[in-house]
Every structure is written in structure tokens, then in C-alpha cells.
């Protein structure tokens, strides 16, 4: 392994953002890459989150899982390569809620030899460790992905285990046959860089669909009154509004005040408006209606049972349920069965075992998943996909459904 210490970064980072994923564990323990002869090993998966800083508060909820994560991982067998046992670790390294952070927590990551890393959510700080990570043969992983510019073959070892580009097609399917009548489609979403591919393909999807794009806006982060964009917004007279994506504070604002102004047709998230609990506890419960999001409801009997003994421990521990904490164990559990079907926990074996094929399709948390979705648009096959999470919201309440 390469032991080059590169201290710089991006711009600090200041934003929010809808899924994050963090990750701490008892100590900071060696990775194994290279399986022994037999035995009892242990494996060390590491995590980049900003457990101090701005963004610290929004990482909480996965911040918490960790522990359980890990403890669940481990009674279900941890990873078993030939005749030998891994107990796995999860270590978090803080980035401090900047990219000079992220670029400190790589350092530290390289000295401890990890060579598995959830990647940090937040796209700055994810491509300033990109050529750190990709000279030492680093694999990065992260649920809920969404940019081109993080997953393609100049990054060989990065991956998307579910993308929300996945969910766009099969969204407008059913959003369409849900409300047929629906002609006109207005586009109001984050003014983000890190979903520019989510953009652009739900605009295609509007278009394949055969609706017409009435109006198109991307609002700054941290608008807080969307009223001045939702009344020329309406005044293009769309049947729907689609806010892509988002995480509660901002989609939650845009349902509420479209409301208020009026607008009574239906509101879709295909990328996720966040977590489908708190979005509900956010928005008014006379506006809680026909509104259509890409996502979980962590709450429904209808999660599998994995996810359902990851609740109990999250809840065990005093610390609040929510969709972001489900996406350690996406990312690992799937990790897991790459080393086990490579028979290696070396990562050039790993990645060339998805590469070939031969894994096309794993378990996911979600149900059956399968690499290669949108090769078009990443330009590999290292974007995964899973089924359509569809949280419905009518007459104030949550209704849930796995549409695929």
C-alpha cells in the first residue's frame, strides 16, 4: 500500500445534505487485505463523516446506528473467506464538516491500512479524497448515490450500491399510472451540484413519459421562502410539481407554501424528499396529500426482517429510527457478499470479481439488487440497483409500497 500523505482540500463545505452516512467504532483496528491461513481475523471497515462541524447535526441519525450496525453484521456471521473468520470493526473518521477535513481523515485511514471506506456522503468532500483513495486501491462505497463525476472509470474503486437515478423511470411509471391525468410538469429542486445527473435525467424522464415541462428552477440551498419561485411557478399552470430530491426542511417548505398558494395536484420526489417519518411531521396535515416520494418507510411492517433487527437495536440504544440509518448496513452487507463470491478480501480481487460479472446480482436490504444500472450514464457497471421504495402520502397519512 502506498503511504502518500497529501493534507489539502476543496473549500470547506457547508451544507446540509439529504442522506448521510456515518460510522464509529470500539477502536481504530489494522485491516486484514490479504486473507491468512485460518483462523479468527478482524476487518476493518471505516467510515468519513463529519461528526463535528456544520454538518455534524445532520449525520446523527447514522452516527447513532453505527454500533448496532456493527453488532448486527457480526451476529450474522461477519465475513467468512476460505477457512477463515473476520469480526468486522466500523471506525469513523471525522472530516469535520470540510474537505481539508475529509483530506486529514484519508491520511489517517491510509496509516491504519483500512481499505474499505463508506464514503462521504457529501460530493466535495467524496471527490477530494477520490486520487488518495484510488492509488491505494481504497474501495468506496455509499448508498444513495447520484453523480457521474464520483462513479466512472477513472474511479475504479468507487461504487453506488443503489442510485436514485435507479428510481426515476419506474417513478414517472407509476406516478403516471397513479395520475393519469397529469399533462404538465413544473421542476423545482435543489440548486446542487451533487445531483446535476438526478436533473438531468428526471427532465428526460418528463420528456420519454410524454409530458410537457412547463417550468424548470433550481433554488440556492438554504432558501427558506420559496413563495417568489412558487408563484411563477404556478403561474405556468402545471397538473404536478416535481422537487427531485431533498431532505425535509426544503421539501417540506416547497409542499407546505405551494399549498398555501393553491396548488393541489400532485407533488413527487423520484430521487427522495428525505425521511418519509419526519416529512410527515414537517408538513401540515391538511397539505399531506397526494404526494409521491422515493423512499422508505422504516416504520412499515412491509421492511425486511434485517432491517427490522437493525430497528430494534437502533431503538435499544435510545437513539431515534430514521431512513439514514439503514445506509451502513445497505452499503456492507452487500460489500460482504463481494468478498465472500471473490473469496478475497484483497480489493483488486473484489473489484474484479464485480467487474467480470460474476456478481450480478446480491442481496439488499431493500430486496434483490443487481450491479449495472444506468451504464450509460456512470460508464460501468458500478452502480447498483435495488427495488422502488415508494412512500405514499394521501389524506395525512403514510402508506408504503415496494413497487419492484
Known sequence: MKRRLLFGGLLTAL????????????????????????G?????????????????????AIYDSVGPVKELLNSHGGVTVGDTHYTIDIVAYDDQSTTDGAMTAINK?????VMYLYAPMFMPNNLAISQLCEENKIIRMKSFGAGAIEVNPDNPYMFFTNAGVENIEPFYDYAMGKYPDVKKVAIVAPDDPGGSTYVELVKASV?????EEVYFELYPIGTEDYYPILNKTLAAKPDAIDVIYGIPPWTSAVINQSRELGFTGPIYAPCTAGDSNILKAMVKPEYLTNILS?????????????????????????????????????VFTILIQAMEGAQSVDTEQIVA??????????DT???????????????????????????????GNLDFEFVQ
Not at 109 to 113: E, G, K, L, W
Not at 207 to 211: D, E, V
Not at 353 to 362: E, K, L, N, T, V
Open 207 to 211: 420528456a420519454s413519459h410524454g409530458l
Open 365 to 395: 436490504i431493500y430486496g434483490p439488487g443487481e450491479w449495472n444500472s444506468h451504464p450509460e450514464v456512470y460508464g460501468n457497471n458500478h452502480c447498483g440497483k435495488k427495488p422502488l421504495l415508494m412512500s405514499i402520502f394521501m389524506d
Open 109 to 113: 485511514i491510509i496509516q491504519d491500512s
Open 15 to 38: 451544507l446540509l445534505v439529504a442522506m448521510v452516512v456515518v460510522a464509529c467504532g470500539d477502536g481504530e483496528k489494522t485491516a486484514t487485505t490479504a486473507a491468512p491461513a485460518g
Open 40 to 60: 479468527e481475523e478482524t476487518l476493518s471497515f471505516g467510515v468519513i463523516t463529519s461528526m463535528t462541524g456544520v454538518m455534524a447535526p445532520g449525520f446523527k
Open 294 to 330: 422515493a423512499a422508505p418507510d422504516v416504520y412499515s411492517d412491509k421492511m425486511l426482517p434485517i432491517v427490522k433487527e437493525l430497528r430494534a437495536l437502533v431503538e435499544k440504544q435510545g437513539t431515534s429510527w430514521e431512513m439514514d440509518g439503514l445506509h451502513l448496513l445497505d
Open 353 to 362: 470479481y464485480i467487474d467480470s460479472g460474476r456478481m450480478a446480482s446480491f
